[in-house]
T-cell receptor, first 113, second 118 residues
Framework: NAGVTQTPKFQVLKTGQSMTLQCAQD?????MYWYRQDPGMGLRLIYY???????DKGEVPNGYNVSRLNKREFSLRLESAAPSQTSVYFC????????????FGDGTRLSIL | AQTVTQSQPEMSVQEAETVTLSCTYD???????LFWYKQPPSRQMILVIR??????QNATENRFSVNFQKAAKSFSLKISDSQLGDAAMYFC???????????????FGQGTILTVHP
């Protein structure tokens, strides 16, 4: 009963370090998304992938890169972490004719010192 | 671009009472979806209720119902007979219709923290 799996669940980085957040879904969904959640701002879309082999910028893409490795996996990379990227990161996936608009992972709490 | 606004950062309600959470949105599209999500302290994102814009009838799911006013671009959530387990952050969200019954990208409001007092 996995759904969307994110790793790690928690991470502390120093400014300037790099980090890749992993996301995998087992529902054969075409679309995958990365959001960040900050206090008072709700969830904001960083990048998304409408299908395997394509990626597009969302609302707040600066400082991030993504890779849609295959249909199951969609990773988010911080090349040089900054304190402003301290946030909770959510991965989500969506399929055609799904009963839900998006299925969310449990989130990754990332702190950058 | 679509925007979603929740003007109530925090709300509180007594157990067994009714509370209404407000949401307004802005869009130039005529066909779209609206949602309410619940996020408890566990951080899970739980879909509470959805509304299709072309349907005039307000959606209802057990104790949860919405008041959808398309012309006013308003989409409020009413929780009846509030329970302690309803305490959470609630997000209003908007999605375009991507094609058929498929959903597009989600745009979220800022969230409302709901406290339920025993």
């Amino acid at each position: 009963n996995a759904g969307v799996t994110q790793t790690p669940k928690f991470q502390v980085l120093k400014t300037g370090q790099s980090m890749t957040l992993q996301c995998a879904q087992d529902m054969n969904h075409n679309s995958m998304y990365w959001y960040r959640q900050d206090p008072g701002m709700g969830l904001r879309l960083i990048y998304y992938s409408a299908s395997e082999g394509t990626t597009d910028k969302g609302e707040v893409p600066n400082g991030y890169n993504v890779s849609r490795l295959n249909k199951r996996e969609f990773s988010l990379r911080l090349e040089s972490a900054a304190p402003s990227q301290t946030s909770v990161y959510f991965c989500a996936s969506a399929g055609l004719f799904s009963n839900q608009p998006q299925h969310f992972g449990d989130g990754t709490r990332l702190s950058i010192l | 671009a679509q925007t979603v606004t929740q003007s109530q950062p925090e709300m509180s309600v007594q157990e067994a009472e009714t509370v209404t959470l407000s949401c307004t949105y802005d869009t130039s599209e005529s066909d779209y979806y609206l949602f309410w999500y619940k996020q408890p302290p566990s951080r899970q994102m739980i879909l509470v209720i959805r509304q299709e814009a072309y349907k005039q009838q307000n959606a209802t799911e057990n104790r949860f119902s919405v008041n959808f006013q398309k012309a006013a671009k308003s989409f409020s959530l009413k929780i009846s007979d509030s329970q302690l387990g309803d305490a959470a952050m609630y997000f209003c969200a908007y999605s375009t219709r991507a094609g058929g019954t498929s959903y597009g990208k989600l745009t979220f409001g800022q969230g409302t923290i709901l406290t339920v007092h025993p």
